[in-house]
Nanobody, 123 residues
């Protein structure tokens, strides 16, 4: 059974850092692209970052470029999202998702989703 579990969310002050983890099970992670998405109250779910399965290519939303870094450790079946210089507008529920094929920031292309982890940025 395919499963993705996010962790690492929490409360952080503006300018602080968090590292989110997405632990995957039930499938060979090295053949799946993984994306990170977020959804704030009253807003649509948006793509934050994604990483390819084979070449590890990455992409980022403009709003997080230079602050967030996505990485994957296939041996640990885990994908990470390092978030630095956090801003109040980064607050949201963060989800990871998996798809076979190329990485994309379009949420409609992902087949498997985790339950999300809450990130709160507040002083």
């Amino acid at each position: 059974q395919l499963q993705l579990v996010e962790s690492g969310g929490g409360l952080v002050q503006p300018g602080g850092s968090l590292r989110l983890s997405c632990a995957v099970s039930g499938f060979r992670m090295d053949v799946y692209a993984i994306g990170w998405f977020r959804q704030a109250p009253g807003k649509e779910r948006e793509g934050v970052s994604c990483i390819g399965s084979s070449d590890g290519s990455t992409d980022y939303a403009d709003s997080v470029k230079g602050r967030f870094t996505i990485s994957r450790d296939n041996a640990k079946n885990t994908v990470y999202l390092q978030m630095n210089s956090l801003k109040p507008e980064d607050a949201a529920v963060y989800y990871c998702a998996a798809r076979e094929g190329l990485a994309t920031m379009w949420r409609g292309m992902y087949h498997y989703w985790g339950q999300g982890t809450q990130v709160t940025v507040s002083s």
